[in-house]
């Protein structure tokens, strides 16, 4: 509510995104903040640590697929991200419940459209262009947590490889992709299960075992093409609702384990739906922030914005494999201010949104928010009112703060959540 227009309850409120004007409506919750970052595009900007990683990604993929001197895969690294619910969730047969779809985990422009939360919201869309093998990378925006590894907006590299028959099994043609009772001109007439911890029902165990096997090989490649061979790594099982099976890849960095990749075996019913198909395909996307803050220890997100000469001219290199370890231009104090307040009746120290809370303070505080700590819940025991605590942790890249400075947002931020919540400050 308070990014809508004090004008008359008649008038349609809009968002302005790129020229286009979107009506707002009860799912509006992408704030002007957020909407500054479009069209940034660091991934793609000249001496940017995002940039570099892209093209080395893409580098390693031109290497390792190539087919009569052309590659195999195609790169699409521009694509809008104003995308709809049905491309960011129901094309991947996300769930109408399922909580990625939540107001409090994404940014949306309306009810029926949103900035894409990752950048799988192209898969099918390209798939139904009719391609096979390609790579999507680009800007993704969630509403997360607030530390050193995690910032509403960062970039993915999304990956879709598929292979027919005669591809996967060129050396074995007597193996099949699909089980018999599978017909993949007719695929709606076979209920396909994902149960089976090892594979789906439609597909063999060869198919899935081999198409596993081809999907780690190139994923650990690119670990070591980017960190070295000597990468310490481990594969964890998990769970995304488009593939089957699925795992995500985590990396040993500065003492633990670091996840920078979620994978798997593609859904058949997305192929499916597109149309007959007779192929099988695996995916992934991986996060390019934790990929370069790894390969350049640069500890903290924020610092890929960063406009400043003395970060940015690190990173103007000739060779994208150049060796770089950053180092921080110098090291800036942080200011830590706690915020607690009494809750109104309609809210409980477990109704209350962190999510909105945390965009409230950015919102205010800007860029010099490092961390959002939840550090207290308490419920009075006589008078039964709610309360919490948090700890705001300020810190400036690029000067040293003063605490008269810090005190003065701090209480600007008070008054937001005092305005916005009806909360009493402690
Ligand atoms: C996904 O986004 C899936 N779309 C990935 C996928 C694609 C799986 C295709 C299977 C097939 P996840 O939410 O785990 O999954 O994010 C993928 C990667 O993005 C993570 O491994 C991590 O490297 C990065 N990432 C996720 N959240 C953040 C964040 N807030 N800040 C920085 N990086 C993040
Ligand atoms: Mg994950």
Same mark, same amino acid.
Request: proline share 5%.
């Given at each position: 509510?308070?990014?809508?227009?004090?004008?008359?309850?008649?008038?349609?409120?809009?968002?302005?995104?790129?020229?286009?004007?979107?009506?707002?409506?009860?799912?509006?919750?992408?704030?002007?903040?957020?909407?500054?970052?479009?069209?940034?595009?660091?991934?793609?900007?000249?001496?940017?640590?995002?940039?570099?990683?892209?093209?080395?990604?893409?580098?390693?993929?031109?290497?390792?697929?190539?087919?009569?001197?052309?590659?195999?895969?195609?790169?699409?690294?521009?694509?809008?991200?104003?995308?709809?619910? @049905?491309?960011?969730?129901?094309?991947?047969?996300? %769930?109408?419940? #399922? &909580? /990625?779809?939540?107001?409090?985990?994404? !940014?949306?422009?309306?009810?029926?459209?949103?900035?894409?939360?990752?950048?799988?919201?192209?898969?099918?869309?390209?798939?139904?262009?009719?391609?096979?093998?390609?790579?999507?990378?680009?800007?993704?925006?969630?509403?997360?947590?607030?530390?050193?590894?995690?910032?509403?907006?960062?970039?993915?590299?999304?990956?879709?490889?598929?292979?027919?028959?005669?591809?996967?099994?060129?050396?074995?043609?007597?193996?099949?992709?699909?089980?018999?009772?599978?017909?993949?001109?007719?695929?709606?007439?076979?209920?396909?299960?994902?149960?089976?911890?090892?594979?789906?029902?439609?597909?063999?165990?060869?198919?899935?075992?081999?198409?596993?096997?081809?999907?780690?090989?190139?994923?650990?490649?690119?670990?070591?093409?980017?960190?070295?061979?000597?990468? @310490?790594?481990?594969?964890?099982?998990?769970?995304? %609702?488009?593939? #089957? &099976? /699925?795992?995500?890849?985590?990396?040993? !960095?500065?003492?633990?384990?670091?996840?920078?990749?979620?994978?798997?075996?593609?859904?058949?019913?997305?192929?499916?739906?597109?149309?007959?198909?007779?192929?099988?395909?695996?995916?992934?996307?991986?996060?390019?922030?934790?990929?370069?803050?790894?390969?350049?220890?640069?500890?903290?997100?924020?610092?890929?914005?960063?406009?400043?000469?003395?970060?940015?001219?690190?990173?103007?290199?000739?060779?994208?494999?150049?060796?770089?370890?950053?180092?921080?231009?110098?090291?800036?104090?942080?200011?830590?201010?706690?915020?607690?307040?009494?809750?109104?009746?309609?809210?409980?120290?477990?109704?209350?949104?962190?999510?909105?809370?945390?965009?409230?303070?950015?919102?205010?505080?800007?860029?010099?928010?490092?961390?959002?700590?939840?550090?207290?819940?308490?419920?009075?025991?006589?008078?039964?009112?709610?309360?919490?605590?948090?700890?705001?942790?300020?810190?400036?890249?690029?000067?040293?703060?003063?605490?008269?400075?810090?005190?003065?947002?701090?209480?600007?931020?008070?008054?937001?959540?005092?305005?916005?919540?009806?909360?009493?400050?402690?």
């Amino acid at each position: 509510s308070r990014y809508k227009s004090n004008a008359a309850p008649q008038t349609l409120t809009t968002v302005r995104i790129k020229d286009k004007d979107h009506i707002t409506d009860e799912y509006t919750n992408v704030t002007p903040k957020i909407l500054s970052y479009l069209g940034r595009n660091l991934h793609l900007q000249k001496g940017n640590p995002l940039s570099i990683v892209r093209q080395r990604i893409v580098e390693y993929f031109y290497r390792r697929f190539t087919h009569r001197g052309k590659p195999t895969f195609s790169v699409y690294d521009n694509l809008s991200p104003v995308v709809s619910t @049905k491309q960011n969730f129901d094309d991947l047969l996300i %769930p109408n419940d #399922h &909580p /990625s779809r939540l107001k409090s985990d994404c !940014y949306y422009i309306n009810k029926d459209t949103l900035l894409r939360a990752h950048m799988t919201a192209h898969q099918t869309e390209l798939l139904r262009s009719g391609l096979d093998n390609f790579l999507m990378i680009g800007d993704v925006y969630r509403r997360d947590e607030i530390d050193s590894t995690h910032f509403p907006v960062f970039h993915q590299v999304d990956a879709v490889r598929s292979q027919r028959k005669e591809e996967l099994f060129c050396d074995k043609p007597d193996l099949e992709i699909f089980e018999p009772e599978f017909d993949s001109s007719n695929p709606n007439a076979f209920k396909n299960s994902i149960m089976d911890p090892m594979k789906q029902s439609c597909h063999t165990l060869e198919a899935t075992k081999l198409m596993e096997s081809q999907l780690k090989n190139h994923l650990i490649g690119l670990c070591k093409a980017l960190f070295g061979e000597n990468i @310490k790594h481990r594969w964890v099982e998990a769970y995304f %609702p488009f593939t #089957h &099976p /699925s795992w995500e890849l985590e990396i040993y !960095y500065e003492n633990k384990w670091l996840e920078v990749l979620g994978c798997g075996i593609v859904r058949n019913e997305i192929l499916a739906n597109i149309g007959p198909n007779n192929s099988i395909a695996y995916a992934f996307g991986l996060g390019l922030e934790r990929l370069a803050m790894a390969m350049y220890k640069i500890p903290d997100i924020r610092l890929m914005w960063s406009t400043d000469s003395g970060f940015l001219n690190q990173f103007q290199i000739e060779n994208i494999n150049a060796n770089i370890t950053y180092k921080p231009v110098s090291v800036y104090p942080q200011c830590t201010n706690d915020i607690s307040f009494w809750l109104p009746e309609t809210l409980t120290v477990d109704t209350f949104t962190n999510n909105d809370f945390y965009d409230l303070v950015r919102d205010v505080g800007g860029d010099i928010i490092e961390q959002v700590k939840l550090k207290d819940k308490f419920i009075h025991p006589k008078t039964k009112k709610h309360s919490l605590c948090y700890s705001i942790v300020y810190r400036h890249l690029e000067r040293t703060l003063t605490q008269a400075e810090v005190n003065k947002i701090h209480k600007q931020i008070e008054n937001a959540v005092v305005k916005n919540y009806n909360v009493v400050i402690r």
